[in-house]
Every structure is written in structure tokens, then in C-alpha cells.
């Protein structure tokens, strides 16, 4: 080699190593709220954007920026804001029946917005109990989607998401008001209501913004999928660092029909025989497929968790009910069908152990106290809070498809996950059972 192709070569690899040493300071700088590009029209709002999910790239070193103002959306009025909810939402004013509840003076009038995920709304109900003990005498309004299962004894209003909840909610004054979710509606909705001090996400600027600085960190890892892999928080202190609190384990609640558990707990006094109660949740909705275990794996746990004497019981819910059905068929175990929501959590709360992918029944299983086997693959890790009564088992090979719903490998990598394996970890809980 010449020597001035040597000197050529050797500034070359001096800058392609500076190239990449910037690059990756880049993608390692933290990223702001003020690095977002909510006038792009990739920008979701409360999920990755497509640019992230494929290349990993984030705003503020993004090729892929397209500007459109029209995703801007000012809302700089009560009114206004209620319109725009009652547009996304396709209400109407006819729906409206306006009963403003009467709430004491003297105590903490405090507003949860959790609309989404069932079991996301059971576990932000930790954060009842911090407030109880932070603030004495509190009334609790809730607004969700999923009401059936908020704690009623807990929670003194509970309002399911309609026109009439809104407008009710918009004409109240709170102490303090807490929104943990990212919709555009429930952000709105925040931004209207009438509280001393406000949490979370709402509508400033013309697009999801946060109430304090604490959000800031929740907004940006849930936008961005290389930097969620990164987050070592799970949900519990992200939410509480929300509300400017720290998690000291405070537990799940959930809304208990004790009348109709004692009367499934009389039933599986016949049906298992005193035997230990394992509930198998197979499925996982119809969202996430790629957590979904093999049949042929679950028909072999089935038939060796029925020799060694455990009372098997099927579990899921209408989109499970086929595949419950082939596997009692296949094995002799329990399936007893689908239930109300408020009858699956009766049932759950009999199981002495529950298996189960990541899905509701995993929140369940943690309100209930239940020893807990959970299936896990394409989500953080980090983000569970299990208090010490449950064992996640993973694929031994990982899992490629972070927050996906299809599968690039040829074989799917919750095969990776043995019968054997989970018969130990179900051993292990069977002992904690009789601690």
C-alpha cells in the first residue's frame, strides 16, 4: 500500500469511527418534550410512530419528519374542548343527562381519568391508597371505560365513559385531577376540568402534553420503542412518579362480588375435590398472537398437571372459547365457558394458581393475591410489579418483535418455551401455597 493511500485510509476510518461515535451520541442523547415533532404526520400521539417501529430513529434526528399542521389541533377554551371530545367520541347532546353528585366540603375531591385497558385501569388502583394515606378524608370520582371493575367500595363515584359523564365531570370542581392516559379524549378531558392541581396528560399547545414534568418520562417511553427497551421502571413507580409520589408496593384492588365467589367457592367443593385449583388462561385476546403458547404444549402440561392430582380449569373469555373447548376435548380438563366480567373475576378469585400469558387475567390473579405463572415475550420485562408472588418465563432464544402482533421467525419464539419448564415453576408456586 502507498503511502498516501495509507493516509487516506487512516483519515477515512478517523472519520467514519467520528461519524459513528456522533451518530450514537445522538441516538443516546435523552430526548425532551421539546424535541417532539407533534406537527408530523407520522406522529401518533400515545403510541411509536411507524419511522420508530422500523428504524429506530426519534424526532429530534429524524429523516423521515413530514409537517402537518393540520394534526394541530388549538383548543384554548372549556368549550372547545368539550366539542372536540364530543366529535372524536361521536356523541351527542341528546345522550345528556346532567346529575351533578353533591360531594362534602371538608374533604379531598380527587378525579381518576383511566379509560383504557382493563387491566390497566386494576393497576392504577394502588395509587388510592396513596392518596388515602397522603390526604386523610379524599372522595374518589373515576371515569373509565371498564367500571366493573373498579373498587366500588374504594371509590365513591364511578362514571362509565358517555356524553353525560363528560359533561357532569366538566361541571365539577376537584382538588386534584389525574389523567394516565394518552388520548386525545381523556387528555381533553383533563384540560377542562376544574381541579387546584392537575397530573398527568392533557391538551396544551394543540396536541397531548403533560401537566408537570414528572409525565415526561411516560410520554416519551411510550412513543419511542428503542427507549422503552431501555426503561428499568415498571408501571407502578412510572405512575406514581406521576402523581409526585414514591411506589412502596401499595396493592392492586379490584371490585369483588363476594355473594357470587362464596357461591363458586361452594361449587368447586364438589368440582375439585379439595384438590389445588390451577386456572389456565390459553389465550390472550385477539391484539397480541405472538404471546400466544402452542396448543400442542398446553394439551401436554394439561394431561401431566392432571397426574400429578391438579384440578385443571380452562379460562378465558369469548375470543378463547374454541380453543378452550379443543383442549377439554383433547384432555378431560374443566371448561366451564365464558362468563360476565363480573363472574370471571368470582371464579379467578377460587383458583389457588393461575398460568397465563400477559393479558387482564395477569391483573386479576396480582388484585386477588393469587400465586401467578406468567408467560412473557414481547414487552419490557421491567414493566411488571408482582409483588413476590409470581414467576415470569421467558423464551431462552428472546423475542424480536417488541410490542408486535406478527412474528418474523420461522419458528415462533414462544416454542422456545418448554412443558418442563413450566411444570417446575408450578411446582415452586404450589409450595408457596402452603407457607
Not at 267 to 282: E, M, P, Q, V, W
Not at 327 to 350: C, K, P, R, W
Not at 392 to 405: H, K, V, W
Given at each position: 500500500m502507498r503511502i498516501n493511500e495509507l493516509k487516506i485510509e487512516k483519515t477515512t476510518n478517523k472519520y467514519l469511527k467520528t461519524k459513528n461515535y456522533i451518530c450514537r451520541k445522538r441516538k443516546e442523547k435523552r430526548m425532551k418534550i421539546k424535541d417532539l415533532k407533534f406537527d408530523c404526520r407520522h406522529f401518533e400521539g400515545h403510541i411509536p410512530c411507524k419511522p420508530n417501529k422500523l428504524h429506530d430513529v426519534q424526532c429530534d434526528d429524524c429523516s423521515h419528519y413530514d409537517k402537518n399542521t393540520s394534526s394541530i389541533i388549538v383548543l384554548d377554551n372549556k368549550e372547545s374542548l368539550l366539542q372536540e371530545i364530543f366529535k372524536i367520541c361521536d356523541f351527542t347532546k341528546q345522550e345528556l343527562v346532567e346529575e351533578i353528585p353533591k360531594i362534602q366540603t371538608e374533604v379531598t375531591r380527587i378525579l381518576f381519568i383511566k379509560l383504557g385497558a382493563i387491566g390497566d385501569v386494576i393497576r392504577t388502583t394502588p395509587l388510592l391508597t396513596k392518596y388515602k394515606k397522603e390526604y386523610g378524608n379524599c372522595h374518589f370520582s373515576w371515569i373509565t371505560h371498564s367500571p366493573q371493575v373498579v373498587p366500588k367500595d374504594e371509590v365513591d363515584v364511578i362514571y362509565k365513559w358517555d356524553a353525560s359523564s363528560v359533561s357532569v365531570l366538566a361541571n365539577q370542581e376537584f382538588d386534584i385531577a389525574i389523567n394516565l392516559d394518552k388520548d386525545k379524549e381523556a387528555c381533553m378531558l383533563l384540560s377542562l376540568i376544574n381541579a387546584r392541581e392537575k397530573f398527568g396528560f392533557l391538551w396544551k399547545d394543540g396536541h397531548v402534553n403533560t401537566a408537570t414534568d414528572k409525565a415526561e418520562h411516560k410520554l416519551i417511553t411510550g412513543l419511542f420503542d428503542h427507549i422503552s427497551k431501555k426503561n428499568t421502571l415498571n408501571y407502578l413507580e412510572e405512575i406514581f412518579e406521576i402523581c409526585h409520589f414514591e411506589f412502596n408496593k401499595e396493592e392492586y384492588m379490584i371490585n369483588l362480588n363476594e355473594e357470587l365467589s362464596n357461591?363458586?367457592?361452594?361449587?368447586?367443593?364438589?368440582?375439585?375435590?379439595?384438590?389445588?385449583?390451577?386456572?389456565?388462561?390459553?389465550?390472550?385476546?385477539?391484539?397480541?398472537?405472538?404471546?400466544?403458547?402452542?396448543?400442542?404444549?398446553?394439551?401436554?402440561?394439561?394431561?401431566?398437571?392432571?397426574?400429578?392430582?391438579?384440578?385443571?380449569?380452562?379460562?378465558?373469555?369469548?375470543?378463547?372459547?374454541?380453543?378452550?373447548?379443543?383442549?377439554?376435548?383433547?384432555?378431560?380438563?374443566?371448561?366451564?365457558?365464558?362468563?360476565?366480567?363480573?363472574?370471571?373475576?368470582?371464579?379467578?378469585?377460587?383458583?389457588?394458581?393461575?398460568?397465563?400469558?400477559?393479558?387482564?387475567?395477569?391483573?386479576?390473579?396480582?388484585?386477588?393475591?393469587?400465586?401467578?405463572?406468567?408467560?412473557?415475550?414481547?414487552?419490557?420485562?421491567?414493566?411488571?410489579?408482582?409483588?413476590?408472588?409470581?414467576?415470569?418465563?421467558?423464551?431462552?432464544?428472546?423475542?424480536?418483535?417488541?410490542?408486535?402482533?406478527?412474528?418474523?421467525?420461522?419458528?415462533?419464539?414462544?416454542?422456545?418455551?418448554?412443558?418442563?419448564d413450566v411444570l417446575s415453576n408450578i411446582a415452586a408456586l404450589n409450595k408457596n401455597l402452603k407457607k
Open positions: 357461591q363458586w367457592k361452594e361449587k368447586f367443593k364438589t368440582l375439585a375435590n379439595s384438590k389445588t385449583i390451577i386456572g389456565l388462561n390459553t389465550g390472550c385476546g385477539l391484539r397480541w398472537k405472538t404471546r400466544l403458547w402452542p396448543k400442542e404444549y398446553w394439551v401436554e402440561l394439561i394431561k401431566d398437571l392432571e397426574k400429578q392430582g391438579y384440578f385443571c380449569l380452562l379460562m378465558g373469555g369469548s375470543d378463547e372459547d374454541e380453543m378452550n373447548r379443543y383442549y377439554q376435548s383433547e384432555t378431560g380438563a374443566t371448561y366451564l365457558g365464558t362468563f360476565s366480567l363480573e363472574e370471571f373475576i368470582s371464579i379467578t378469585n377460587n383458583t389457588d394458581i393461575i398460568v397465563t400469558p400477559v393479558s387482564m387475567m395477569m391483573h386479576i390473579a396480582l388484585a386477588l393475591k393469587k400465586q401467578l405463572m406468567l408467560f412473557h415475550n414481547i414487552f419490557n420485562v421491567h414493566e411488571f410489579e408482582l409483588y413476590g408472588r409470581a414467576v415470569i418465563i421467558e423464551p431462552t432464544s428472546g423475542c424480536d418483535c417488541y410490542f408486535g402482533n406478527s412474528c418474523s421467525r420461522e419458528k415462533r419464539c414462544m416454542n422456545d418455551i418448554s412443558v418442563q
